[in-house]
């Protein structure tokens, strides 16, 4: 005997009820009969009629022990494996299962799904009892939003986990027992902020294959819930290290223009043309147009961005000449390396001392070699302080400061000292107005910044750009194009070196003369 969902909602909970009146009979017949148990006490889940894929996963589910399951959005994986645990959970078919993503907030919320149902299905606590304990707390379990762990009443332990945490010495044990994780389950392993970086795919793979993985006992279940995000993340890795002991299955909602499941229809017209039958479909048009861009990884299983691919050629990077240097005594993170100069050239990176940025300050010569180095969350006005120090060292030359939202601090500080005359100030016309005007140089923008960058990877590439700091080595390995052919560096790493040494290249490249006519200087007077 097999159930099967009744196509009509209305129709369902009394066609059910009818086909199973006693518990026991229900009690005993559910036990090995998942798919059955699923359709019976979670009807309110099912609007739809499950496909041919929800059916082989569910029988799946019983008999293998490695499932790896690469579904569309909105396919109910997610849901299929919630009511998979709870199964578990009322025949006690597990004692200790792991619920793993890639933040702890993610598992725990889905814990929290659980708890829910145990504490709030009718049908399935008349039959199996109250399966969640009540706790003795002023805290309402309905009114939270997740939990980290929970022992059942039948004593099986759920405890969240993120990647991060090992598996390894994991046991829920007594004084007459102890169990080691006998269920592992994996969703959301994979989000936009774990894949923008290459390195963190590395170590976030190597940590499940050795830390996850590798503690687990040959018996232990594994479910894997597979996300569609870039082409290298630890999905698509896990996907090719597949062996014939894993169940593999993999749906995108359209398999050669045809539809996987009939929850969905193409277009708006075919919605419309169900709705007058009072069936409510799901058109891929209208999900397309909410979607956008998004559309093909979520529901046609296609990567949203290729690999990211290093702007800088790993081995000429490993060519550069690693300078030593010194730290001024004054100032901590100021890096001195060469002797004092005239004719050189400063690059001044400003930023927002509170935020994520750092300001820099750069200057090089004109043989391009790196005589000062200056990297450090500090406030513009202080930054002022820097230079002025540097300039008192005899460290003399054109001095461009970045225009970007906190120049002016810099610039006003700057006031109080005998180098204003050194920054570097552009005479132009405002398009507006036709008048001339006074600007600083250099504005980095999605203009300049792909000129200057590939300025800089060129004489890399010639070995004509050699010096720098070990300090900056790993800022250069992880400088990358992204999806959309911009540079940007990746997750945790910073571009204001970079973006220091492109631009004091340019800079000596083009070698632009000083404005020192007093006219101009006058007009940098009314700017303040």
């Given at each position: 005997m097999e159930l099967y969902e009744i196509t009509k909602p209305d129709l369902k909970k009394k066609a059910l009820d009818s086909i199973i009146e006693s518990k026991a009979f229900r009690v005993k017949y559910f036990e090995d009969n998942f798919y059955s148990f699923?359709?019976?006490?979670?009807?309110?889940?099912?609007?739809?009629?499950?496909?041919?894929?929800?059916?082989?996963?569910?029988?799946?589910?019983?008999?293998?022990?490695?499932?790896?399951?690469?579904?569309?959005?909105?396919?109910?994986?997610?849901?299929?494996?919630m009511i998979y645990l709870i199964w578990v959970i009322v025949y006690k078919k597990k004692n200790y299962i792991l619920y793993y993503s890639y933040e702890q907030s993610l598992s725990s919320s889905r814990l929290f799904d659980i708890i829910i149902?145990?504490?709030?299905?009718?049908?399935?606590i008349s039959d199996y009892g109250n399966m969640f304990p009540n706790i003795k707390s002023k805290d309402n379990w309905l009114e939270k939003k997740s939990v980290q762990e929970f022992i059942t009443t039948n004593k099986i332990k759920l405890k969240a986990m993120s990647m991060g945490k090992t598996s390894r010495?994991?046991?829920?044990?007594?004084?007459?027992?102890?169990?080691?994780?006998?269920?592992?389950?994996?969703?959301?392993?994979?989000?936009?902020?774990?894949?923008?970086?290459?390195?963190?795919?590395?170590?976030?793979?190597?940590?499940?294959?050795?830390?996850?993985?590798?503690?687990?006992?040959?018996?232990?279940?594994i479910i894997f819930l597979g996300n569609v995000i870039s082409s290298d993340w630890i999905v698509p890795r896990h996907r090719r290290d597949l062996n014939d002991k894993w169940y593999h299955s993999e749906i995108s909602v359209l398999d050669k223009?045809?539809?996987?499941?009939?929850?969905?229809?193409?277009t708006d017209q075919e919605q419309a043309e169900w709705l007058l039958k009072w069936v409510k479909k799901i058109s891929l048009e209208e999900k397309e147009r909410e979607q956008k861009?998004?559309?093909?990884?979520?529901?046609?299983?296609?990567?949203?961005m290729e690999l990211w691919s290093p702007v800088f050629d790993p081995n000429k990077i490993n060519k550069f000449k690693l300078l030593i240097w010194e730290e001024d005594k004054k100032y901590r993170w100021l890096k001195i390396y060469k002797e004092p100069e005239e004719d050189i050239f400063w690059w001044v990176d400003t930023a927002l001392w509170w935020t994520w940025d750092y300001s820099v300050i750069s200057i090089r010569n004109r043989n391009k070699e790196l005589l000062v180095s200056y990297k450090q969350k500090v406030a513009p006005d202080y930054l002022a302080?820097?230079?002025?120090?540097?300039?008192?060292?005899?460290y003399k030359g054109k001095i461009l400061i970045e225009n970007n939202n906190t120049w002016l601090a810099t610039i006003t500080k700057a006031k109080e000292y005998d180098w204003i005359d050194l920054l570097y100030w552009e005479l132009s016309v405002d398009k507006v107005t036709n008048q001339k005007v006074t600007k600083l140089w250099f504005n980095t923008n999605s203009k300049t910044k792909p000129l200057i960058i590939s300025q800089l990877n060129e004489y890399i590439n010639d070995d004509l750009f050699i010096e720098i700091d070990e300090?900056?080595?790993?800022?250069?390995?992880?400088?990358?194009?992204?999806?959309?052919?911009?540079?940007?560096?990746?997750?945790?790493?910073?571009?204001?070196?970079?973006?220091?040494?492109?631009?004091?290249?340019?800079?000596?490249?083009?070698?632009?003369?000083?404005?020192?006519?007093?006219?101009?200087?006058?007009?940098?007077?009314?700017?303040?």
């Open positions: 699923a359709i019976y006490y979670f009807t309110h889940f099912f609007s739809y009629k499950s496909s041919r894929f929800h059916k082989e996963w569910a029988k799946s589910m019983q008999n293998k022990d490695k499932l790896f399951i690469l579904w569309f959005r909105e396919s109910w994986k997610t849901i299929w494996l149902q145990l504490k709030t299905n009718s049908k399935l010495w994991l046991l829920y044990s007594n004084n007459d027992w102890a169990f080691r994780p006998d269920l592992l389950l994996l969703d959301d392993i994979d989000v936009i902020e774990s894949v923008r970086n290459p390195a963190v795919v590395d170590k976030n793979y190597a940590f499940l294959k050795w830390e996850i993985f590798g503690w687990l006992d040959a018996f232990c279940q223009w045809n539809i996987t499941w009939d929850r969905f229809v193409k861009e998004n559309f093909k990884p979520n529901f046609l299983l296609i990567p949203m302080e820097v230079i002025d120090h540097l300039v008192n060292m005899w300090r900056w080595l790993n800022d250069y390995f992880n400088y990358y194009y992204d999806e959309k052919w911009a540079t940007n560096a990746l997750l945790w790493h910073h571009d204001d070196i970079i973006i220091a040494d492109a631009i004091c290249l340019h800079w000596i490249i083009t070698n632009p003369p000083v404005i020192v006519e007093s006219v101009i200087w006058l007009e940098i007077d009314d700017f303040f």
